[in-house]
């Protein structure tokens, strides 16, 4: 760059600038003024009681002490976790086995294509249909309980959706079936990143199949396991649309099912701003809080 | 290379978790499919044959639900156009602008560069919902209720798509390439859609298809936002029919409006999934 003149330089780097123009207009209109006035609303009392407006007034701290100190906070983020943990579970677990059966190269898997198209696949459909395909496969008169009937697995049909544990199960289960794949697939690429020199010494030295995969890729995938959890943690806080429509918002039975983010929804319609304010920057800090953590894991260079 | 430690191992156990790998992953894709399996043999069905039971056989009514699905009291039709409207013009304006932004953080050297690098990192995992009453405020106040803009706009800043634009354009995209274009006399705005543009094409494909998909899916803004019948998208459709009392519904319909939203995208997959699974991290972990 020294060979030209200064001022030359400088001319082609004003257009870094313009370049940046639509994505900071966008997003200080779009995201930035309304995180800010989310926080602001947080301050005051404003919601509708009945044909009334109350507020906005100014109340300082007091929707935060309400929300920390109400039990539905507690209870909702332990739905949410719950759920979040049922479909987790099972999610690492056959991904860690699928990512190292597939880049195991003794395996010599066929259809591996197929077997990756396949599991990636519930990952792209839309969410609200399939809680809506599983709210009727599941009903009381739906297919899976005339299959159990049929079978003589049930003598009658079971109402799965008055059950806690068979809904909360359900909408884990349906987490777990839209993710797996998914997190197959960036495991697998960690995988293929460990030195193959590693694991054929570990051979030479007489190591079985198991003892590589627990002494070897699992320590050295650690970075990414974490970037996994922490990032599937972040997408579990949001879980919204399996549970709200599957049951249509009520998050029955006896609220089990209700997550945070259904919360915010049912104060976002009912206009209560303080208390969802409130709520939002209580998810924001949990975020920013987890990103933090990625952050730091990963080593993102920012540097360049 | 890797023959000999083979013979070490016995042929045998592998063969024994060939086998296991095999039935566990035929397993795996079997509970990724039934679903959709079950959901188009009922679309074939009509109410009558629905309320007596499940049979593995698909029926003949496929035609009649398809007809009464566009008859039905839900604006369909037109809730998929909507969703054509939205997700494509996201997708068009979040690839081209993301790769701009990419673009000028990858290519000019400038006072804020690094901050607005790092600013944007930072931003990417914030979730809409927690700024939705805000937006919410916001557009209700730009009298933008009601209207696609507030839905299609905000994709033009979108972190993780910037992102992903940002690695890919490092692997690929040499300065001199720009330095030599500049010397023919070439201008940046020109540099950029003739020459940047078209070499970032994988990357703007498989990130079309991605913030297409997510905004075909997206239900939670759509639905604080769309109040008409008319205006409304899929899935806030969808959703409104489980808010219905949905045992009056013909079932037949029913899932032959759920199939209607999903089979679209599982054809599409079908044809692009090479891109699509081998683009998920493409320019997504950073090791």
């Given at each position: 760059?020294?060979?030209?003149?200064?001022?030359?330089?400088?001319?082609?780097?004003?257009?870094?600038?313009?370049?940046?123009?639509?994505?900071?207009?966008?997003?200080?209109?779009?995201?930035?003024?309304?995180?800010?006035?989310?926080?602001?609303?947080?301050?005051?009392?404003?919601?509708?009681?009945?044909?009334?407006?109350?507020?906005?007034?100014?109340?300082?701290?007091?929707?935060?002490?309400?929300?920390?100190?109400?039990?539905d906070?507690?209870q909702y983020a332990?739905n949410t976790l719950i759920m979040w943990?049922i479909g987790?579970?099972?999610?690492?677990?056959?991904?860690?086995?699928?990512?190292?059966?597939?880049?195991?190269?003794?395996?010599?898997?066929?259809?591996?294509?197929?077997?990756?198209?396949?599991?990636?696949?519930?990952?792209?459909i839309m969410a609200s249909a399939f809680a809506m395909l599983f709210f009727t496969l599941f009903s009381?008169?739906?297919?899976?309980?005339?299959?159990?009937?049929?079978?003589?697995?049930?003598?009658?049909?079971?109402?799965f959706f008055?059950?806690v544990?068979a809904t909360r199960l359900l909408v884990g289960f349906m987490n777990?079936i839209m993710w797996?794949?998914?997190?197959?697939?960036?495991?697998?690429?960690?995988?293929?990143?460990?030195?193959?020199?590693?694991?054929?010494?570990?051979?030479?030295?007489?190591?079985?199949?198991?003892?590589?995969?627990?002494?070897?890729?699992?320590?050295?995938?650690?970075?990414?396991?974490?970037?996994?959890?922490?990032?599937?943690?972040?997408g579990g806080l949001q879980m919204f649309d399996v549970p709200q429509i599957l049951t249509n918002g009520t998050g029955d039975p006896a609220r089990s099912t209700l997550t945070m983010i259904m919360w915010l929804n049912k104060h976002l319609y009912s206009?209560?701003?303080?208390?969802g304010?409130?709520l939002s920057?209580?998810l924001?800090?949990?975020?920013?809080?987890?990103?933090?953590?990625?952050?730091?894991?990963?080593?993102?260079?920012?540097?360049? | 290379?890797?023959?000999?430690?083979?013979?070490?191992?016995?042929?045998?156990?592998?063969?024994?978790?060939?086998?296991?790998?095999?039935?566990?992953?035929?397993?795996?894709?079997?509970?990724?499919?039934?679903?959709?399996?079950?959901?188009?043999?009922?679309?074939?069905?009509?109410?009558?044959?629905?309320?007596?039971?499940?049979?593995?056989?698909?029926?003949?009514?496929?035609?009649?639900?398809?007809?009464?699905?566009?008859?039905?009291?839900?604006?369909?039709?037109?809730?998929?156009?909507?969703?054509?409207?939205?997700?494509?013009?996201?997708?068009?304006?979040?690839?081209?602008?993301?790769?701009?932004?990419?673009?000028?953080?990858?290519?000019?050297?400038?006072?804020?560069?690094?901050?607005?690098?790092?600013?944007?990192?930072?931003?990417?995992?914030?979730p809409t919902q927690v700024?939705a009453l805000?937006?919410i405020?916001?557009?209700?106040?730009?009298?933008?209720?009601?209207?696609?803009?507030?839905?299609?706009?905000?994709?033009?800043?979108?972190?993780?798509?910037?992102?992903?634009?940002?690695?890919?354009?490092?692997?690929?995209?040499?300065?001199?390439?720009?330095?030599?274009?500049?010397?023919?006399?070439?201008?940046?705005?020109?540099?950029?859609?003739?020459?940047?543009?078209?070499?970032?094409?994988?990357?703007?494909?498989?990130?079309?298809?991605?913030?297409?998909?997510a905004?075909?899916n997206n239900y939670f803004t759509p639905a604080l936002v769309l109040?008409?019948?008319?205006?409304k998208t899929l899935p806030v459709l969808i959703a409104e029919l489980r808010g219905a009392?949905f045992?009056?519904?013909?079932?037949?319909?029913?899932?032959?409006?759920i199939?209607?939203s999903?089979?679209?995208?599982?054809?599409?997959?079908?044809?692009?999934?090479?891109?699509?699974?081998?683009?998920?991290?493409?320019?997504?972990?950073?090791?």
């Amino acid at each position: 760059m020294k060979k030209k003149s200064r001022s030359k330089v400088v001319e082609y780097n004003k257009w870094g600038y313009i370049f940046l123009i639509p994505f900071t207009l966008v997003y200080v209109i779009f995201q930035l003024i309304p995180l800010f006035t989310t926080i602001w609303n947080s301050f005051f009392e404003n919601y509708r009681s009945g044909l009334k407006q109350i507020g906005p007034n100014f109340i300082g701290l007091e929707n935060y002490v309400k929300i920390l100190s109400s039990g539905d906070l507690w209870q909702y983020a332990g739905n949410t976790l719950i759920m979040w943990i049922i479909g987790f579970i099972p999610q690492i677990f056959f991904s860690l086995l699928l990512g190292a059966w597939f880049t195991d190269p003794s395996l010599r898997l066929k259809c591996q294509q197929f077997f990756k198209t396949v599991i990636y696949l519930p990952n792209l459909i839309m969410a609200s249909a399939f809680a809506m395909l599983f709210f009727t496969l599941f009903s009381d008169s739906g297919p899976v309980n005339s299959i159990l009937l049929q079978m003589g697995v049930l003598k009658e049909p079971f109402s799965f959706f008055s059950s806690v544990a068979a809904t909360r199960l359900l909408v884990g289960f349906m987490n777990f079936i839209m993710w797996f794949g998914n997190t197959t697939i960036l495991l697998m690429a960690g995988m293929m990143g460990i030195d193959q020199s590693l694991f054929e010494a570990a051979e030479v030295d007489g190591a079985t199949s198991n003892q590589i995969f627990f002494k070897i890729t699992l320590p050295l995938l650690r970075p990414i396991l974490i970037y996994v959890l922490i990032t599937s943690l972040i997408g579990g806080l949001q879980m919204f649309d399996v549970p709200q429509i599957l049951t249509n918002g009520t998050g029955d039975p006896a609220r089990s099912t209700l997550t945070m983010i259904m919360w915010l929804n049912k104060h976002l319609y009912s206009k209560n701003f303080g208390m969802g304010g409130a709520l939002s920057v209580l998810l924001f800090i949990i975020t920013g809080v987890l990103s933090i953590i990625v952050f730091k894991m990963t080593g993102t260079d920012t540097s360049k | 290379m890797d023959k000999d430690y083979r013979k070490k191992e016995s042929g045998s156990s592998v063969r024994v978790r060939r086998i296991i790998a095999y039935i566990v992953l035929i397993l795996l894709a079997f509970l990724c499919l039934v679903w959709f399996y079950i959901l188009f043999i009922n679309a074939t069905r009509s109410h009558q044959e629905l309320t007596k039971g499940f049979t593995p056989i698909p029926s003949s009514h496929f035609g009649d639900n398809f007809d009464g699905m566009l008859h039905s009291t839900q604006p369909i039709v037109k809730g998929m156009v909507n969703s054509l409207i939205v997700a494509g013009l996201s997708a068009i304006l979040c690839t081209y602008f993301s790769t701009m932004t990419a673009y000028a953080i990858h290519a000019y050297n400038f006072k804020l560069r690094k901050f607005a690098y790092t600013f944007i990192l930072a931003v990417m995992m914030i979730p809409t919902q927690v700024t939705a009453l805000g937006f919410i405020q916001l557009i209700t106040k730009m009298k933008l209720m009601n209207n696609f803009v507030p839905l299609i706009v905000p994709a033009i800043a979108a972190p993780a798509t910037f992102f992903y634009m940002k690695q890919y354009m490092d692997s690929v995209l040499s300065l001199s390439l720009v330095e030599a274009a500049r010397i023919d006399g070439a201008g940046e705005y020109l540099i950029f859609n003739r020459i940047v543009l078209p070499l970032m094409k994988p990357a703007v494909a498989v990130q079309a298809i991605f913030t297409f998909v997510a905004n075909w899916n997206n239900y939670f803004t759509p639905a604080l936002v769309l109040k008409d019948e008319e205006k409304k998208t899929l899935p806030v459709l969808i959703a409104e029919l489980r808010g219905a009392d949905f045992l009056k519904f013909d079932m037949g319909i029913v899932y032959m409006t759920i199939a209607f939203s999903i089979f679209p995208v599982i054809i599409v997959y079908l044809i692009l999934s090479k891109n699509i699974v081998g683009g998920v991290t493409l320019g997504g972990v950073k090791e």
